[in-house]
T-cell receptor
Framework: QKEVEQDPGPLSVPEGAIVSLNCTYSNSAFQYFMWYRQYSRKGPELLMYTYSSGNKEDGRFTAQVDKSSKYISLFIRDSQPSDSATYLCAMSMNSGGYQKVTFGTGTKLQVIP | DAGVTQSPTHLIKTRGQHVTLRCSPISGHKSVSWYQQVLGQGPQFIFQYYEKEERGRGNFPDRFSARQFPNYSSELNVNALLLGDSALYLC???????????FGSGTRLTVV
């Protein structure tokens, strides 16, 4: 079993839809939770960075962490064609003095105008 | 402000050759990490350096090595290249070791 599981998609939605992206994890030692957006042929771009369970909002993006269920989500409201990208969840834990970051495989999102 | 810069952007190497990839972190960032991303997969952790010391190493063979210089820039070296080393190599920097990394655009390595 992988430490971090993420549905690879692809996920196709109409413009203006609410998008829900999810990841589950198995290691309760994970402390920090992140969402990255990656456009084709580019490096990942950090969207959200959270530590505790609960919700964190930034504009059209909301990150949700449920540590008891080992489940994290990213919601995108009023999705735009420019949101079309691959979304990577990532989580980190202390491993011998550094934060070891583990990524999901990424979900490819397409927002159709 | 300049982001994380990586060079070269693309390169093609032959099996058995050696390659050096370079990374300049964001000014003020002392932590640099290297990741390998194979097409269709998430980035896989290779190394983390903080204050010029190796702080973490992923599950990669000894053919992979890295170092961080006094100005916090970094090099990733791969010896005896294999076809399976073909991937996007990403460098990320952060002001601390606690994640929240900013990534560069990567170096796309093709081994033929």
């Amino acid at each position: 079993q992988k430490e971090v599981e993420q549905d690879p998609g692809p996920l196709s939605v109409p413009e203006g839809a609410i998008v829900s992206l999810n990841c589950t994890y198995s290691n309760s030692a994970f402390q920090y939770f992140m969402w990255y957006r990656q456009y084709s042929r580019k490096g990942p771009e950090l969207l959200m960075y959270t530590y505790s369970s609960g919700n964190k909002e930034d504009g059209r993006f909301t990150a949700q962490v449920d540590k008891s269920s080992k489940y994290i989500s990213l919601f995108i409201r009023d999705s735009q064609p420019s949101d079309s990208a691959t979304y990577l969840c990532a989580m980190s834990m202390n491993s011998g003095g550094y934060q070891k970051v583990t990524f999901g495989t990424g979900t490819k999102l397409q927002v159709i105008p | 402000d300049a982001g994380v810069t990586q060079s070269p952007t693309h390169l093609i190497k032959t099996r058995g050759q050696h390659v050096t990839l370079r990374c300049s972190p964001i000014s003020g960032h002392k932590s640099v990490s290297w990741y390998q991303q194979v097409l269709g997969q998430g980035p896989q952790f290779i190394f983390q350096y903080y204050e010029k010391e190796e702080r973490g190493r992923g599950n990669f063979p000894d053919r992979f090595s890295a170092r961080q210089f006094p100005n916090y820039s970094s090099e990733l070296n791969v010896n005896a290249l294999l076809l399976g080393d073909s991937a996007l190599y990403l460098c990320a920097s952060s002001w601390s070791q606690n994640g929240g990394y900013t990534f560069g655009s990567g170096t796309r390595l093709t081994v033929v």
